[in-house]
């Protein structure tokens, strides 16, 4: 994905857009996905990454072929005392693309976390912040 | 939303399924609205909400709905200066789920930070981590 890079003036006036937020690795069980694999660099096996991130099988599947069309996850399918396996990596790209996706989450939870601090009360009128 | 706690077991087995990164607010451009008006406790006028979040009028107007439909966020129209005005503000049950929302997503971070952290490297085979 290429994005235009906004001027100074828009990005300030966007303070809150958040556009590295990519759908791809926002939704949130494809973040469960990439998280427990960042975490796990030599790889899962498709039954723990499944508990790991409390999801079935078949939603599983569905994402890890959404992250795999992406390049961001490789599946590697193999044998094991001769049983089937499958293993679920990060690719390069895919880490390197979930870490530019996490410092737009740290300036969410940075900004988020700023406004909800609990203010002191200055005025009772309703005018509007600016 | 009701959600049935899960067992101790299950929670630490599920470490990475955030089940408290609920859609309503986790999808982005409801996630700048909410966080401009989180900081902005008096409320917006609807054209500064729109700028803040980098959104056209068209997918504000749509966003506002369905946070208004969930009442997170309320919608005030009035006159000022004989001109008509719009003005959207965070809900108390809005904000309330807003900063449960957010103890989730710190999580995330952390959780996500640790994952990224370089590591010592300190065996070269490819064996899984477990």
């Given amino acids: 994905m290429t994005m235009s890079s906004p001027k100074k003036a828009d990005r300030r006036r966007s303070q809150y857009a958040y556009q590295g937020l990519e759908r791809l690795i926002h939704e ?10 960042a975490a796990h660099r030599t790889g899962l096996r498709f039954g723990d990454l499944k508990q790991l991130c409390g999801l079935t ?3 599983l599947s569905r994402h890890l072929q959404v992250l795999q069309a992406a390049r961001l996850v490789e599946v590697i399918k193999s044998f094991e005392h001769n049983r089937p396996q499958t293993i679920c990596r990060l ?10 996706y996490l410092s737009v989450l740290e300036q969410v939870v940075r ?9 002191p009360v ?3 009128s309703r005018a509007l912040e600016q």
């Fill in 111 to 119: 900004d988020a976390g700023e406004a909800v601090k609990p203010r």
């Fill in 57 to 59: 099988d078949g939603n």
């Fill in 122 to 124: 200055r005025r009772s």
């Fill in 91 to 100: 690719t390069a790209e895919g880490r390197k693309r979930y870490v530019e």
């Fill in 28 to 37: 949130r069980a494809r973040l469960s996905v990439l998280t427990s694999l």
